[in-house]
């Protein structure tokens, strides 16, 4: 380091430009265009740019249109980086080739100045061999410079390192006898000073896992799976010693099915999402996609391929192997259906319709699954509705916003689940215990957990939205609308109302309802809010006077049998069943209802 700072103190008459091996980036801007390149070397373009404290370079150009200028003759300029963002030492890129100055200088007299390039890193010393002319003639007018140099070494290329100061240094001798006064303009449109830097491997996808929806690393899938389990899920390890993740160098990660047919329609380009759990962002970077694959799709063998796009527009492709996987048919059944056919829940015929009848109190009647409450609802509850769901404790509200979450997963629409009465992690639990995994969704960016519980209990929270208490609807409000994004379709499950009652005044939980169901109404999503029936009829009232569809869920006993049962007490401009239908809740499968009509008669 006493090396280093030696070196800088630099005699009167230079100009010194300091280039660390690595810049923190902005995201994509729109006036770039994306440029197809090679993965393995690159000419960034680092823009002089006026810094809170100090000058720096920058990849993208100055955001206001503002001419800076400063005098560079006779004193000494120096235009600084931050370091190489690495998990290792050996970043893996290094600098070779061509580095280009293209500069806007004015002198206040006409006059010949010399110029001389050398970069520096860890002892490493070597000067660059002018490629342009060795001389340059300056007037009072400003002009732009292109002064281009090699880096040569005996390997081909310059290793950069993790942590270790780099720089490339541009000294400025005046030739004229006369005294004079050189300027550098920089920062507007029209006088843009920046240098080119060939960087070698700067970023890359270091591997790539595809896993099936329980996690697990898989190579072939069965065409036949039922629609919790036809999914593909794809993470991409990608590093870049610019940075990675929000506010870093890459702007995109891009992924791509390529079947036997050519690239798959709705996976052509998509957009990974940058995975970052509790803060807590591994290096490199992960990004993740998945595929929901329909029941039709040709067996057959699968690639997928991966694309970076930094924030200069550049293209990097994958160049770490092929990454295939197959389509196919499977056997043995899959773990659910067996789980249902040796648990008695579908027999033979219940593989072929969907319920089995069974006999009881001399009437018959069939198990249906959660598919019948679309059937209750007269179809899907469509995007902009707002669903109130009271009951009495253990009628299955959680287990209903749930199983309708699950539903919203699977057809691809974001969620976000606002926990009120447990922990979110049990909740997890308690979801898995019904064979409802949305571990998967989590890690694509499709749902988000608020947690408004774990603060209360004295717990420190570890979702990325929480709220420091359950009363705090102020907060909670502006870490939902945080988790909202402004993104199309996303629905809200509110889980439930009912602990906000003692802490918060009635008028102010209807308020809080009414904006936050306006906000997912607007993005066209679903807003499910939930509430134990007596915790505050005011509440109740107006909860079902603003609500589109009220569903009430019952538990009761009967003949010492505990039993449940749900009905639409409510749906605005929708034709729908008004009867209750009872309903039991089982391990590994959820809501079950019992009905007297068989589906194969619908």
């Given at each position: 380091?006493?090396?280093?700072?030696?070196?800088?103190?630099?005699?009167?008459?230079?100009?010194?430009?300091?280039?660390?091996?690595?810049?923190?980036?902005?995201?994509?801007?729109?006036?770039?265009?994306?440029?197809?390149?090679?993965?393995?070397?690159?000419?960034?373009?680092?823009?002089?740019?006026?810094?809170?404290?100090?000058?720096?370079?920058?990849?993208?150009?100055?955001?206001?249109?503002?001419?800076?200028?400063?005098?560079?003759?006779?004193?000494?300029?120096?235009?600084?980086?931050?370091?190489?963002?690495?998990?290792?030492?050996?970043?893996?890129?290094?600098?070779?080739?061509?580095?280009s100055f293209f500069l806007w200088l004015a002198s206040n007299v006409t006059s010949r100045v010399q110029l001389q390039a050398t970069f520096t890193q860890a002892g490493y010393n070597t000067s660059l061999t002018g490629v342009g002319p060795g001389q340059i003639s300056l007037s009072s007018l400003p002009n732009q410079y292109l002064l281009n140099y090699t880096i040569q070494s005996l390997t081909g290329g310059i290793q950069l390192y993790a942590g270790i100061p780099a720089y490339i240094s541009l000294a400025i001798q005046s030739l004229t006898p006369?005294?004079?006064?050189?300027?550098?303009?920089?920062?507007?449109?029209?006088?843009?000073?920046?240098?080119?830097?060939?960087?070698?491997?700067?970023?890359?996808?270091?591997?790539?896992?595809?896993?099936?929806?329980?996690?697990?690393?898989?190579?072939?899938?069965?065409?036949?799976?039922?629609?919790?389990?036809?999914?593909?899920?794809?993470?991409?390890?990608?590093?870049?010693?610019?940075?990675?993740?929000?506010?870093?160098?890459?702007?995109?990660?891009?992924?791509?099915?390529?079947?036997?047919?050519?690239?798959?329609?709705?996976?052509?380009?998509?957009?990974?999402?940058?995975?970052?759990?509790?803060?807590?962002?591994?290096?490199?970077?992960?990004?993740?996609?998945?595929?929901?694959?329909?029941?039709?799709?040709?067996?057959?063998?699968?690639?997928?391929?991966?694309?970076?796009?930094?924030?200069?527009?550049?293209?990097?492709?994958?160049?770490?192997?092929?990454?295939?996987?197959?389509?196919?048919?499977?056997?043995?059944?899959?773990?659910?259906?067996?789980?249902?056919?040796?648990?008695?829940?579908?027999?033979?015929?219940?593989?072929?319709?969907?319920?089995?009848?069974?006999?009881?109190?001399?009437?018959?009647?069939?198990?249906?699954?959660?598919?019948?409450?679309?059937?209750?609802?007269?179809?899907?509850?469509?995007?902009?509705?707002?669903v109130t769901v009271e009951g009495n404790t253990g009628s299955g509200k959680t287990t209903l916003c749930s199983e309708v979450m699950y539903e919203d997963l699977k057809r691809g629409r974001p969620c976000i689940y606002v926990g009120a009465d447990d922990f979110p992690d049990r909740i997890r639990d308690q979801m898995r215990g019904l064979g409802i995994d949305v571990g998967g969704y989590e890690s694509v960016g499709l749902l988000s957990f608020v947690d408004c519980y774990s603060a209360e209990a004295g717990r420190t929270p570890t979702e990325r939205?929480?709220?420091?208490?359950?009363?705090?609807?102020?907060?909670?409000?502006?870490?939902?609308?945080?988790?909202?994004?402004?993104?199309?379709?996303?629905?809200?499950?509110?889980?439930?109302?009912?602990?906000?009652?003692?802490?918060?005044?009635?008028?102010?939980?209807?308020?809080?309802?009414?904006?936050?169901?306006?906000?997912?109404?607007?993005?066209?999503?679903?807003?499910?809010?939930?509430?134990?029936?007596?915790?505050?009829?005011?509440?109740?009232?107006?909860?079902?006077?603003?609500?589109?569809?009220?569903?009430?869920?019952?538990?009761?006993?009967?003949?010492?049998?505990?039993?449940?049962?749900?009905?639409?007490?409510?749906?605005?401009?929708?034709?729908?069943?008004?009867?209750?239908?009872?309903?039991?809740?089982?391990?590994?499968?959820?809501?079950?209802?019992?009905?007297?009509?068989?589906?194969?008669?619908?």
């Amino acid at each position: 380091m006493h090396d280093f700072l030696k070196h800088l103190r630099l005699s009167s008459g230079t100009l010194v430009v300091l280039l660390l091996g690595c810049l923190t980036t902005a995201p994509l801007a729109q006036a770039l265009p994306v440029r197809a390149v090679s993965s393995s070397q690159e000419g960034r373009i680092l823009y002089l740019s006026q810094a809170t404290e100090g000058r720096g370079l920058t990849p993208l150009p100055a955001g206001l249109d503002t001419n800076h200028s400063i005098p560079l003759f006779p004193a000494s300029l120096s235009f600084l980086l931050p370091t190489i963002q690495s998990p290792s030492q050996v970043s893996g890129a290094s600098i070779a080739g061509q580095v280009s100055f293209f500069l806007w200088l004015a002198s206040n007299v006409t006059s010949r100045v010399q110029l001389q390039a050398t970069f520096t890193q860890a002892g490493y010393n070597t000067s660059l061999t002018g490629v342009g002319p060795g001389q340059i003639s300056l007037s009072s007018l400003p002009n732009q410079y292109l002064l281009n140099y090699t880096i040569q070494s005996l390997t081909g290329g310059i290793q950069l390192y993790a942590g270790i100061p780099a720089y490339i240094s541009l000294a400025i001798q005046s030739l004229t006898p006369q005294a004079s006064d050189v300027t550098l303009f920089w920062g507007s449109s029209t006088k843009v000073s920046k240098v080119i830097v060939p960087f070698t491997n700067y970023a890359s996808v270091q591997s790539v896992k595809i896993t099936d929806y329980r996690g697990a690393e898989n190579q072939t899938f069965n065409v036949q799976a039922p629609p919790n389990q036809n999914i593909v899920f794809f993470t991409a390890n990608v590093r870049d010693i610019f940075g990675t993740g929000r506010g870093g160098d890459i702007s995109l990660v891009n992924l791509t099915i390529i079947g036997p047919q050519g690239p798959v329609r709705d996976r052509t380009n998509v957009t990974m999402n940058f995975f970052c759990p509790q803060g807590l962002c591994p290096q490199p970077a992960q990004y993740e996609a998945y595929w929901v694959y329909p029941s039709g799709t040709l067996e057959a063998t699968y690639s997928a391929t991966i694309d970076i796009v930094d924030s200069q527009g550049n293209v990097i492709h994958d160049t770490s192997g092929v990454h295939s996987f197959g389509i196919g048919r499977l056997a043995p059944p899959f773990p659910l259906l067996a789980a249902l056919i040796s648990g008695g829940g579908l027999g033979v015929a219940g593989l072929a319709t969907g319920a089995i009848y069974l006999r009881r109190r001399r009437t018959k009647e069939y198990l249906a699954p959660f598919s019948f409450f679309e059937q209750m609802t007269g179809g899907e509850v469509p995007g902009g509705s707002m669903v109130t769901v009271e009951g009495n404790t253990g009628s299955g509200k959680t287990t209903l916003c749930s199983e309708v979450m699950y539903e919203d997963l699977k057809r691809g629409r974001p969620c976000i689940y606002v926990g009120a009465d447990d922990f979110p992690d049990r909740i997890r639990d308690q979801m898995r215990g019904l064979g409802i995994d949305v571990g998967g969704y989590e890690s694509v960016g499709l749902l988000s957990f608020v947690d408004c519980y774990s603060a209360e209990a004295g717990r420190t929270p570890t979702e990325r939205y929480s709220v420091p208490s359950v009363g705090d609807l102020t907060t909670l409000g502006v870490k939902i609308s945080s988790a909202l994004q402004d993104q199309k379709a996303t629905s809200l499950y509110l889980d439930s109302l009912s602990p906000f009652v003692p802490r918060a005044k009635p008028e102010s939980i209807v308020s809080f309802v009414h904006a936050i169901g306006a906000k997912v109404r607007g993005l066209d999503g679903k807003a499910f809010f939930t509430m134990s029936t007596g915790s505050d009829e005011t509440i109740q009232r107006q909860m079902e006077d603003m609500a589109d569809c009220v569903i009430q869920m019952e538990a009761f006993e009967e003949k010492d049998i505990r039993r449940r049962r749900l009905r639409i007490r409510k749906f605005r401009n929708r034709r729908h069943q008004e009867g209750w239908a009872t309903f039991t809740i089982e391990d590994g499968k959820g809501i079950i209802f019992y009905t007297k009509k068989s589906r194969r008669s619908n």
